[in-house]
């Protein structure tokens, strides 16, 4: 079976067309099918406990879904039923990334290695691109850049996991500063062009912040804030990208962004701009606080 456009649409934020493909088929125990129809729910906050498809993945999502619900709470659930899904990438995946969220990032590379280096191709290219995201946000960009390069060489790759293989790729590149991100233009141009939504534009308006090229990020930002966009369904979920993207182009055109930081703490408290302004805070006002005493 072909997945490029399913592949396609669900990695270009377009998850409303993901469920629309997947509905053509009527196949519940196909994983490929059921690993994103899930996902996309989740993205679109339409999950909901006991609608998961039957199958050996089912029980993954159902216990992914309830671990999201208290993620301070044990993994033990999940983990029963990954175990019960004979450990493929599809479920490692999901795995990984509860791990991920508790904070237990070495763990959760481990897992996904496991995951990467089974004999099973369906899910490894899923898999890699999230280990590739554990390794940079442990702050391995090295490690990163090795397991992409050893997947590439040693896995067959098809041409409907090739935006999947481009994504990590060019997280690797954002990573690595802005001597190499003009290699990441032609492919989020492309991107924006072929599948417009909120998530391509997002990673093409970070392009043009990261190398400060103004007046085309704030194009992309009065285009993201036009109705057309705003109404859209996944609006919802990517505001507060929009907003963090935002407050940096108003700090790099010489503004101040206090008005928009309070909105996205309204908005989104658990926003990594968020928490890291909190942090800088406190850290400054423990260096004014040794130096007044």
Known sequence: MDYFTIKQQFYTGNYEEVLKEVAKFNKTEDETLVYYKNRALMALSQFSEGCADTGTLGPVFEAYYQFLGKPSGSISALETAVEGAGRSPFALNLLVSALTIQGELDTALDVAVEGIDSDESQGTAELLLT???????????????????????????????????????????????????????????????????????????????????????????????????????????????????EITYTILSGGNASELRSQLQQLKPSHPLCINNIENNKSFDQIVEKYSA
């Open 131 to 245: 280990a590739i995201q554990v390794t940079l946000l442990n702050n391995q960009p090295s490690v990163a850049t090795t397991m992409f390069e050893n997947f590439q060489a040693l896995q067959e790759s098809s041409n409907e996991d090739e935006i999947i293989l481009n994504l990590a790729e060019s997280y690797i590149n954002f990573n690595q500063g802005k001597e190499i991100t003009g290699s990441n233009f032609y492919f989020y141009e492309e991107l924006s062009q072929s599948f417009p939504s909120w998530k391509t534009q997002l990673g093409l308006l970070n392009l043009h912040l990261q190398q400060t090229n103004l007046p085309e990020a704030k194009t992309i930002i009065d285009m993201l804030q036009d109705e057309f966009y705003d109404s859209k369904q996944e609006s919802q979920i990517y505001k507060p990208d929009l907003l963090a993207s």
